[in-house]
């Protein structure tokens, strides 16, 4: 209960009287202004008034550093905190910091493994609904950013944008074991999984029934036997304009036209020797290493590429090609 003061008189109001005026309204949380266009309710026309600026389109607030606009001025001004580099707001299970509250309280869903939002296209869930409808425009088949590079489409901006640093050349991201450059940090993570030499997955799904008729090599899905079948087919449609060499698929055209063009990227730190390919290093680097594992069976001679022990036995079999 509460009082009001009349002409000539008090008198006691509640919730049910709140028809009057708007200080007493939001006092009681009385929510009598709704909005016509999503539903929501606010206890002040003031409050409404602003809401419904959002479903106009207007923006007139306008962020002078990066150009983002705003419908209201309290927004700007709490946009304008990301750019003053203050953050004083701090996690405690990471030590990540947040320039606003709400940053900090929407992390924190990260932490406690709360995941409240599915989808009901593939199943996955996520613990903030934005995340979760950044993820809805890849089953949407929206995609409304178009690189102008190439004219590849994406359904999302952050997607664009990472799309652009391969057309950049930009590589900033490198492997101190052997020196290969990336373009983003995630590729760099998946190369050093090679050097660690740990295979933690194994797929039980990866069965091979796919069989070449020819030779009988086994392969796990279709398109690669495809491919395989290319080279029993003589087909080879990838032709080199400096020596005429011919290939059966593009990887191995490309890789080809290295040799052409000069550039040898991967020294022999043993010896100096350069090479156009990382495999011919890799391979060279056995002469080094002492290693012989291709033993001839006639004489006991040993290898340490089995190209070497294929010229080799020819030596054995008596013919005498020139």
Known sequence: MATTRGPRFWRSISKNDCLGPVYTCAKFGVKNFKCDECGKQFTRKSNLSQHLLIHSGVKNFKCDECGKQFTQKSSLTQHLLSHSGVKNFKC?????????????????????????????????????KSDFNKHLLIHSGVKNFKCDECGKLFARK??????????????NFKCDECGKQFTRKTGLTQHLLSH???????????????KCDECGKLFARKSNLIQHLLFHSGVKNFKCDECGKQFTQK????????????????????????FTQKRNLTQHLLIHSGVKNFKCDECGKQFTRKTGLTQHLVIHSGVKNF
């Open 92 to 128: 405690d299970e990471c030590g990540k910091q947040f320039t606003r509250k709400t940053g900090l309280t929407q992390h924190l869903v990260i932490h406690s493994g709360v995941k409240n939002f599915k989808c009901v296209e593939c199943g996955k869930r996520f613990t903030q």
């Open 251 to 274: 990887s191995n055209h490309t890789q080809h036209l290295l040799i052409h063009s000069g550039v040898k990227n991967f020294k022999c730190d043993e010896c100096g020797k350069q």
């Open 196 to 210: 660690s030499g740990v295979k933690n997955f194994k797929c039980d799904e990866c069965v091979k029934n796919f």
């Open 158 to 171: 952050s997607n664009l944008i990472q799309h652009l640093l391969f057309h950049s050349g930009v590589k």
